[in-house]
Structure formats: C-alpha cells, structure tokens
C-alpha cells in the first residue's frame, strides 16, 4: 500500500509554533513515527509539507498516476479557504481522512468551517500528533468499498 501524508502551511513551524495548540513535536519527528509505521505493516508512506496551495494541488494531481491508495491530509489554514484543494481531492476521487493537531471545534468561530470535512472518509481533531497515527492507522486497514 502507498500511503500520502500532506501538511498544509505553518505545519513546518511545528515544535516552535503555539505549543499551547500544536503540542512540542516537530514535523521531522511526527513524519518519522508515521514512516516507520507504515514500515512495520509493510506500506509505504511519503510526507509532503508546502507553505504554497499550488504545490499540495499539484501533489494531489500527481496522484492520478502514482500509486497513492489513500491520503492523510491536514490542510491548516487552508482547511477553512481552499475550494481549490477541495477539488483537488473531489477530482483525482482518493480516500482521505481529514486531520487537525487541535480541536477546531473549541477555537474561533473561523475554524469550525472545513471545506473537506464532507469528503473525507472521517475528521480527527483534537488529539495532537497522535491523531496522524490514527489516522494511518485506518488508512493502513482501508479496503475500498
Ligand atoms: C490546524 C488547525 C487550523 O485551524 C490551523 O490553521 C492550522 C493547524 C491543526 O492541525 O490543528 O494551521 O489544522
């Protein structure tokens, strides 16, 4: 199984940003536990992170001919902007499950809109890094239905 793990923009901040939100892991460790993760089930897993909307859209094309099966994804910021990376995702038709490091649902108004949520296979939020190993988790158990 090829499994994609994007990180929208700031997640490359992690461990100096907003610790109070985003917990004290840096991204490098959080892609490292997720990698060997998937090497354990024998699955591939590739980390992407992009401060710009163009390059996670072009990494979502990309998947139309790789051999992604299934897409953890948290947009960040552009959770609550972007219809473009929402028809990135509705057009190349991969199962996703939608991931926030903090629990929107508890912060400003802004956050609690997501324009993937409704696409996605399901939404963690709220429990730190570890909601990205759940989430890779499920992905690693994902039979297409
Ligand atoms: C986030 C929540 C978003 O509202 C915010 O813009 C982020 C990170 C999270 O992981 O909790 O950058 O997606």
Do not use: M, W
């Not at 051999?67 to 994804?73: E, L, R, S």
């Not at 508890?106 to 996605?120: M, Q, V």
């Amino acid at each position: 199984r090829n499994i994609l793990v994007l990180h929208g923009p700031n997640l490359n901040l992690l461990g100096l940003r907003e610790p109070q939100h985003y917990g004290a892991d840096t991204l490098d460790a959080i892609n490292g536990r997720l990698i060997a993760q998937g090497q354990a089930a024998g699955a591939k897993v590739e980390v992407f992170q992009s401060n710009r909307e163009y390059e996670l859209i072009e990494r979502i094309h990309a998947t139309f001919a790789d051999q992604t099966d299934f897409i953890v994804i948290n947009p960040a910021a552009f959770t609550h902007t972007s219809v473009a990376l929402r028809d990135a995702l509705a057009a190349v038709k991969k199962p996703f499950v939608e991931v926030h490091l903090s629990n929107v649902h508890a912060r400003e108004a802004f956050r609690h809109h997501s324009f993937f949520s409704d696409l996605a296979v399901g939404v963690i939020c709220g429990l730190g890094a570890r909601g990205y190993e759940y989430a890779l988790s499920f992905a690693l158990d994902y039979k297409a239905s």
